[in-house]
């Protein structure tokens, strides 16, 4: 039992100060690691961000959205839908893209859709790069001051095609290398 006649302070207020110590020590430690975290997540969730349109992008969707490569159609070929958006709207994954998805009929083989498309890129002006990337044909262009990208999808199993042209925000060139 303590006595107050002894100089020695009561055990209560040792047990106090030193819940208090741990506290500040936790809070303190919280916060630095707390600091740490979001030094390393804030780079990571500005990826997230959806950039702020100029008009020159939504006009450069509407463009594309209107050029020969998505317009025109090989015999064959039936056009099953369209998109366009500026880089910050819509699903746009902030990039700026005009799209259509084509569908060819028994007739129209694979083979011939790719030559389509790569005659009808080269006949416009537009760069066509080397077989063997991810999609059938890739191709670049400069269009309205900066790179913009082609890319015609497609499967093996199945006659539907996607036709893509891309671009990113702010006028950054985006090519097929």
Known sequence: MWDPADAAEPPERWLRWAVAAAAVTTA??????????WMGVSPMLSAFAVPECTEHDRRLAEQLAASPVLTRLRPGLTRTGSYHAAPCEGDSDHSGIASAAVAADQSVTRDAVIAYYRG??????????????????CADQRFDSQQVRFTLHGSNDSPQYQLEIAFEPDRRDLGCG
């Open 28 to 37: 303190v430690i919280v916060v630095a690691l707390g600091t740490i975290a």
């Open 120 to 137: 009808l890129l080269e006949d416009g002006g537009w760069s066509v790069a080397a077989d063997g990337l991810a999609a059938l044909v």
